[in-house]
């Protein structure tokens, strides 16, 4: 079935220094991308996101870049911050024939950074 | 504007209790929702997608008699959990894509978490 693999799973990164979280899907029809933000006990909150149309998207300090043909789909965040600290989860969606689309979300990256 | 509501925000209950939870579209009609369920440390895993007025849409392992879902308005769909045991103990998050705007956008409600004793 449709899988979304996501490393790594816990990363540290010291403040300031830059962080890249990567992504890869299984299902070729898959073609938006959003990358989300939670913190503990709250609700995912959408970062950025990307269409298969485009292979690069950036909005201040996020960038994401993603890869077709390899299927890989990378969040990469500059000068992170200690507010960045957080688990990331990317997801993989595609239209399914009942006309909505389908999030099949990935293991998720605990981001800690280090003051 | 997109903002979506879950009720309660968390719950305790007996084990072999049945628990309703609420998922509200505050300000925009939600055509489809989305039932998510999360356990600790772990990643959201999507148990069904419900259109308003129909059935819900089951992904496979969900049981359908176990997990009841009403979609029965464009504000409102509630998430029934029957008979519930310890291992229904998670963190429920629903969310909502609107009958406008973009087809793959979902907003996410700010989850229930559901402790069964």
């Known amino acids: 079935g449709e899988n979304v693999e996501q490393h790594p799973s816990t990363l540290s990164v010291q403040e300031g220094d830059s962080a890249v979280i990567k992504c890869t899907y299984s299902?070729?029809?898959?073609?938006?991308f959003p990358w989300y933000k939670q913190e503990l006990g709250k609700r995912p909150q959408l970062i950025i996101d990307i269409r298969s149309n485009v292979g690069e998207k950036k909005d201040q300090r996020i960038a994401v870049t993603l890869n077709k043909t390899a299927k890989h789909f990378s969040l990469h965040i500059t000068e992170t911050q200690p507010e960045d600290s957080a688990v990331y989860f990317c997801?993989?969606?595609?239209?399914?024939?009942?006309?909505?689309?389908?999030?099949?979300f990935g293991t998720g990256t605990r981001l800690k950074v280090l003051a | 504007g997109a903002v979506v509501s879950q009720h309660p925000s968390w719950v305790i209950c007996k084990s072999g209790t049945s628990v309703k939870i609420e998922c509200r579209s505050l300000?925009?009609?939600?055509?489809?929702m989305f039932w998510y369920r999360q356990f600790p440390k772990q990643s959201l895993m999507l148990m069904a997608t419900s259109n308003e007025g129909s059935k819900a849409t089951y992904e496979q392992g969900v049981e359908k008699d176990k997990f009841l879902i009403n979609h029965a308005s464009l504000t409102l769909s509630t998430l029934t959990v029957t008979s519930a045991h310890p291992e229904d103990s998670s963190f429920y998050i629903c969310?909502?894509?609107?009958?406008?705007?973009?087809?793959?956008?979902?907003?996410f409600g700010p989850g229930t978490r559901l402790t069964v004793t």
């Open positions: 969310s909502a894509r609107g009958s406008t705007g973009l087809l793959y956008e979902q907003y």
């Open positions: 300000d925009f009609q939600a055509t489809t």
């Open positions: 299902d070729s029809a898959s073609n938006y």
């Open positions: 997801a993989a969606s595609k239209l399914t024939t009942s006309g909505t689309y389908k999030y099949i």
